[in-house]
């Protein structure tokens, strides 16, 4: 069964400290694995999209990792402001072998709060 | 671009009442999703239309949902009648090329439901 796990589920970090959140997986076969971060009473947004091939990929303060042979991915937010509150979803997506097309698998998320 | 559309952002109906959810997704975009959103299980995948077709509505709860769209610039989600238990923020996404899309997969605002 396709599973993606975040930890932690919950982190509080203090204004300009950096966090690490985490995203382990076993979907397959592997296509894709995307961050998004949601915002309370918001629709999750697409921080970063990662294929197979790549490691790591950076977005502003955002830094992700992915490495598929662990299945692991990690979530490095760097310099935190307050706006970075929000929610962060682990997003991964299998390779479909029918019409239906890709299949998603949706981690439970980690919720982030950044104290002044 | 307006991004994709719900409405309405808020729904408070009493159990048993019908009720209508409706999405106006990114123009151009050919699928649509509609998600559900709860604190206990994260976001669901109710149903995908890919052309306008329902693809996989293996998410749709039971027969009391049931999700229509008529074009390719609109979409709603029915539930009739609602209990309690469909209290949850109901999202619709599109993308353009399926689920797996690698990028123009975006979320809506989302429509909080509340049945009392």
């Known amino acids: 069964k396709n599973q993606v796990e975040q930890s932690p589920q919950s982190l509080i970090i203090l204004e300009g400290k950096n966090c690490t959140l985490q995203c382990n997986y076993t979907v397959s076969p592997f296509s894709n694995l995307r961050w998004y971060k949601q915002d309370t009473g918001r629709g999750p947004v697409s921080l970063t999209i990662?294929?197979?091939?790549?490691n790591t990929k950076s977005n502003r303060r955002y830094t992700a990792t992915l490495d598929a042979d662990t299945k692991q991915s990690s979530l490095h937010i760097t310099a935190s402001q307050l706006s970075d509150s929000a929610s962060y979803i682990c997003v991964v997506s299998a390779s479909a072998h029918n019409n239906a097309g890709n299949m998603l698998t949706f981690g439970g998320g980690t919720r982030l709060m950044v104290k002044p | 671009d307006a991004g994709v559309i719900q409405s309405p952002r808020h729904e408070v109906t009493e159990m048993g009442q019908e009720v209508t959810l409706r999405c106006k997704p990114i123009?151009?975009?050919?699928?649509l999703f509609w998600y559900r959103q709860t604190m206990m299980r994260g976001l669901e995948l109710l149903i995908y239309f890919n052309n306008n077709v329902p693809i996989d509505d293996s998410g749709m709860p039971e027969d009391r949902f049931s999700a229509k769209m008529p074009n390719a610039s609109f979409s709603t989600l029915k539930i009739q009648p609602s209990e309690p238990r469909d209290s949850a923020v109901y999202f619709c996404?599109?993308?353009?090329?399926?689920?797996?899309?690698?990028?123009?997969?975006?979320f809506g605002s989302g429509t909080r439901l509340t049945v009392v």
């Open positions: 990662m294929t197979f091939s790549e």
């Open positions: 123009s151009g975009h050919n699928s």
């Open positions: 996404a599109s993308s353009l090329g399926g689920q797996g899309a690698i990028y123009g997969y975006t």
